[in-house]
DNA sequence: GCCGTTTTCGGCCCGACTGTTTTCAGTCG
């Protein structure tokens, strides 16, 4: 059982515990275990199986590291079965209702029996009759169930996009401040709304022409201090007014995240100070919050990167000085995984090069896809040494700029690749990946890849799990066997950049960080424009506390290719 | 249910807003 599975099976069982009325503090110690799980790199079957006592993770005591272990090995969960009969699994969905929380649910199937969202929106009527359903809660559930909202996560990239323009247009009004704050700024893969902050100086007049945007879809609040909007294509934006002595303490709090926000407010009472988004407050004299660095300072802490407020370890690496130095994009010196008009890709060698130049790279691998894909014009090995000829020829013309041969070759479904060994041998850079079978069973997708590994030719391995985000699920593998095969063999693991993609995400990020393997972060370009993807990449590997020195592309061409060939 | 240098009980992060009330519960971030 993966480890999110465990965590999903303890948050169930807190939200019905939640409905069920039991005690909040117990509610929130089966949460917040199943956050730490699902946050841990190990899988904890591993763990347990190697007689790891798991109370030595923090919010896991005696009680939960037995329900964690009876899940694992009997792979059964007898409190959640039965709490399951006195309240059905159905009215979790209620929660996502918004103004529908664990009390008002209690009432609604205690009272109405209604446990799911289709006997609720059937029953809109009867609501007057229950104690806290006003008209305005009604009204609301009845629209939700008229348009059927659903919380929607956007992908980084997208929500990206929206906000830009929004951005251009409220700096017109020129708001004295105005910074992007929630899972936004952490980089997450992906955001469920955008939250604004921006100085109370001309509030009204920001927040007014903020309500007036033409691609608005609806204004769902406008008050003094807070509007939200949705915007056309479904994104909810909330834009915040904040005084300018506690934007710091305001930009702080918003950015999150929870997690790491409760640990922030717990180091400051133990100091005897208390952390609110006003300011940081030595009982009602405020001591500090008008910058974000002076919140961390004042509690003894060192500023931390918004990708890293995950509560991942990242406060008590703080205290004992080991924050990682996150990678930027400036770092890079090349991308070893794109495609060209030779496969499914838009642009020419010459072009791609140009625009790699351009972006102040000084290395390029192509890297087409292989014959097995005849839908995106895989090269054979005959097409793919004519490539190679037109690669050489290219390099006397390009100075300063060096195109690497390569391939990004499938993976068939025994573990063999689908080019010849005499032709992958003339490549600087053979990229490896999956893109079909995606069901097999863990062991036999691991023994898959393994198998690939053994190649001696084989450098990177692309998009491990080939997910694609809200498309299609990971495919299983055992990642950490996959990581220490590579590790060993100087095989890089892919962060790969595509929006959807971003695959490794986080948390097998620090995995592979953990062992020891290298990474490198690609682009999977499709045309000249999509090089840019890599910010998305970077994002990631931040988010995993990638250093520059576990990015094969940063290294200068000559030391990279030094990597290249300690394989074979 | 977790946790502990004020420890085995009695705390557990904090505040705003909304809608429901008539002083505040419930929800949310």
């Not at 292989?370 to 005959?382: F, M, P, Q, V």
């Not at 996959?482 to 993609?501: G, H």
Request: hydrophobic share 35%; aromatic share 8%; charged share 35%.
């Amino acid at each position: 059982m993966r480890n999110k599975e465990i965590a999903n099976l303890l948050k169930t069982y807190a939200s019905l515990l939640a409905i069920k009325g039991e005690n909040f503090f117990k509610v929130r110690a089966y949460q917040e275990a199943g956050r730490v799980l699902e946050n841990l790199p190990t899988p904890i079957e591993k763990l347990i199986k190697e007689g790891y006592d798991l109370t030595q993770f923090e919010g896991i005591g005696k009680d939960l590291a037995k329900t964690v272990e009876e899940i694992v090995t009997t792979s059964t969960f007898k409190k959640l079965e039965e709490i399951k009969k006195e309240y059905p699994l159905s009215l979790l969905e209620l929660l996502e209702i918004e103004g529908l929380g664990a009390k008002r649910v209690n009432r609604l199937y205690k009272k109405l029996k209604i446990s799911s969202k289709q006997q609720l929106c059937q029953e809109v009527k009867n609501l007057s009759t229950l104690e806290g359903f006003g008209k305005k809660l009604q009204q609301k559930i009845l629209q939700y169930c008229q348009e059927g909202v659903g919380s929607k996560k956007f992908l980084w990239a997208e929500a990206k996009e929206y906000l830009q323009e929004l951005q251009e247009y409220l700096l017109k009004i020129d708001p004295k401040k105005l910074s992007v704050a929630g899972s936004f700024r952490r980089k997450k893969e992906v955001v469920g709304d955008i939250d604004l902050l921006a100085s109370k100086d001309n509030f009204q007049e920001v927040i007014k022409h903020f309500i007036q945007y033409p691609k608005i879809k609806k204004v769902l609040g406008a008050g003094e201090t807070k509007a939200s909007v949705i915007l056309e294509g479904g994104l909810k934006v909330d834009l915040r007014s904040v005084e300018e002595e506690s934007f710091g303490a305001a930009l702080q709090y918003f950015t999150g995240s929870k997690a790491h926000n409760v640990k922030i407010r717990k180091i400051a009472q133990e100091q005897g100070l208390k952390v609110n988004e006003y300011g940081v407050f030595k009982k009602d004299k405020k001591v500090a919050g008008k910058e974000e660095e002076e919140v961390y300072k004042i509690l003894g802490l060192c500023w931390i990167e918004p990708e890293l407020r995950e509560d991942r370890g990242e406060i008590e690496a703080c205290k004992e000085n080991k924050l990682p130095k996150l990678i930027t994009t400036k770092d890079l010196q090349g991308d070893l995984h794109l495609h060209t008009n030779w496969s499914d890709g838009r642009h020419s060698l010459l072009e791609m090069a140009k625009a790699g130049k351009e972006l102040g790279y000084s290395y390029l691998a192509i890297t087409d896809h292989s014959k097995r894909l005849t839908i995106a014009n895989g090269l054979d090995e005959k097409r793919l040494l004519k490539q190679i000829e037109e690669i050489k020829r290219l390099n006397e013309e390009l100075k300063g700029f060096t195109l690497l041969t390569g391939m990004e070759v499938d993976i068939l479904e025994d573990g063999s690749l689908d080019l010849k060994d005499e032709v992958l041998k003339e490549l600087d850079v053979v990229v490896i990946s999956l893109h079909y079978k995606f069901n097999l069973s863990k062991k036999r997708q691991t023994l898959r890849v393994l198998k690939a590994f053994d190649n001696p030719y084989v450098n990177i391995f692309a998009h491990p799990t080939a997910r694609r985000i809200n498309l299609r699920p990971p495919v299983e593998i055992d990642l950490e066997k996959v990581f220490l095969e590579a590790k060993e063999r100087n095989i890089a693991l892919e962060i790969n950049s595509q929006p959807d993609r971003l695959d490794l995400d986080d948390k097998s990020i620090l995995l592979a960080k953990k062992i020891g393997a290298k990474m490198v972060i690609n682009s999977d370009a499709h045309n000249i424009y999509a090089l840019d993807y890599i910010e998305y990449g970077v994002n990631q590997a931040r988010r995993g506390w990638c250093e520059k020195t576990e990015i094969i592309n940063t290294l200068k061409l000559k030391d990279l290719k030094t990597f290249l060939r300690s394989r074979g």
